[in-house]
């Protein structure tokens, strides 16, 4: 791997991560134009991908650490202290599912990690985008109850599929369950944050493959980060005006590219 081909990797991370058009499918499909075995790249994936869960924590640093504080915190609560103990306890709640399928089917997903499985998974993720979308109303309740979280989390659950998106899932789920746009959005946002950082634990236990080359690693976590950061705004601004059906338009597009690709 060399330094631009490091750099074009990030950027897709970064994108893609936080855009509902799947990282892990892009990725794939990224290092199989690039020639690149995954396998041998394992840590640098690692990497990327801490890169993009920086930038979602920097990004939304004042709620998370609002949140981190008024669960810890022992002392008198005000409204705004109960309402961020809440939500704390709603992401928790949230995380379960992708813990369970995490910690279960981790081994074996690697399997689906090819161009067909992730062609298909995208047709589906895109599905699932222009039907929350259609299903959206600007009369939609603000506040996340436990069976939201719940619901919600299985979405994001469902990303451990390559093609489908954990920001792009979850956000659906939040719509279907008729939660407000932004709302449903943040919150998806959030509860990616334990779930990537366990991940990301997880990978760096587990693995058996190492990368030798540790500025190739750094080139593709920062340019993970900047375009992360860029990535979440923007999305964000998009789910205001309307606009997630138009991711959903373009991973109809890619699908039925990469299903091509194996014909």
Known sequence: MDIAEALLLGVVQGLTEWLPVSSSGHLVIAQELLGLSAEKHLLFDLMVHLGTVLAVCVYFRRELLGIVKAMLST?????????????GFMILLGTIPIAVVGLTLSENIEEAFTVRMVGIALIVNAIVLVVAERMASAGAKRAIRPVDALIVGLFQAAAIIPGISRSGFSISGGLFRGIEREVAATFAFLLSAPSLLGAFAYGAITLDAHDTDFGMMMIGLVSAFAVGIVAIDFLLKAIRAGKLWIFGVYCLALGALALAMTL
């Not at 002392?75 to 939500?87: F, I, N, P, T, V």
């Open 75 to 87: 002392r008198g609560h005000g409204d705004r202290d109960e309402k961020l103990r809440m939500l």
